[in-house]
């Protein structure tokens, strides 16, 4: 008994109906996809570009072949490398006159007052030293007279006895004198001519005024072959006896 003749296109037709369905995939996912694959292509860009950019970076330039420094004679004015157009051709380390490592200005050495070639201006040294103490005598007797315009070389009422005031006073004279050795010194006292009965007499007491405040200053240093010593209240009487209680300190 023959078999049954299996038809061609009844198998096919199984054969397929057993197979599973081949699923397509989503849109979103190929969208996500393409999304992800851009994304990685940026950063790839990035890293590249920084990498690049960072091997350059602080790295000095390279000298030129023949070793001399950038900006030398052989460069146009003007061209790449070389200096501008009209400007001056720098010095040998290209530094300009005055910074550091580079001559000083005006192109002398020396930066010291007084020395050859100085850039310090003239007589700066010597307002420094009037400060300090000048030997000028009229600076000095500036000095006093600022210094008695303050505070006066006062005395006591009827009194040769310097008052607390008057004492520290004199000691600032003192200081004064002494930074100028070589001046010599005129003590002139005053005294008010009123006169009386128990008081002392007013040019006497202006000449004893004018002693104590010698012997002060010969007592904080100053020689006493610079000091002279005089009272006025005969040839030049005080207005009151508040002014007239006094001494005055003069040089040359």
């Given amino acids: 008994m ?5 038809r061609p296109g ?6 397929a109906a057993g197979a599973p369905a081949r699923r397509r995939r989503p849109v979103w996912v190929w969208l ?14 990035l ?4 990498c690049g950019s960072g ?7 390279a000298p030129p072949a023949n070793g001399a420094p950038a900006g030398a004679a052989g460069a146009a004015p003007g061209a790449p490398g070389g200096p501008p157009a009209g400007a001056p051709p720098a010095g040998a380390a290209g530094a300009v006159p005055g910074a550091a490592g580079a001559p000083p200005a005006g192109g002398a050495p020396g930066t010291a007052p ?25 600076a000095l007797q500036a000095r006093i007279d600022r210094i008695v315009a303050a505070d006066p070389i006062s005395f006591r009422p009827n009194s040769a006895q310097l008052s607390d005031s008057g ?20 003590v002139t006292g005053h005294a008010a001519p009123i006169g ?14 004018a002693t104590v405040v010698a012997d002060e200053l010969a007592a904080a240093g100053v020689a006493r072959d610079r000091l002279q010593t005089r009272g006025v209240s005969d040839t030049d009487p005080g207005p009151s006896p508040a002014v007239a209680r006094r001494a005055d300190v003069s040089v040359s």
């Fill in 167 to 186: 004492s520290a006073s004199l000691r600032q004279v003192a200081r004064e004198l002494g930074t100028v050795p070589t001046v010599r010194v005129a």
């Fill in 47 to 50: 890293l590249a570009s920084r």
């Fill in 32 to 45: 996500l996809l393409a999304l992800l694959a851009i994304v990685l292509i940026v950063v790839i860009s």
């Fill in 2 to 6: 023959s078999s049954p003749e299996r």
């Fill in 114 to 138: 007084g020395q050859p070639g100085s850039t310090a201006a003239p007589g700066a040294g010597g307002a420094a030293q009037g400060q300090a103490g000048s030997t000028d005598p009229a």
């Fill in 196 to 209: 009386g009965p128990g008081t002392p007499d007013p040019q006497q007491l202006s000449e004893q005024r």
């Fill in 55 to 61: 091997s350059t970076t602080g790295a000095p330039p």
């Fill in 10 to 15: 009844a198998a096919g037709a199984a054969g």
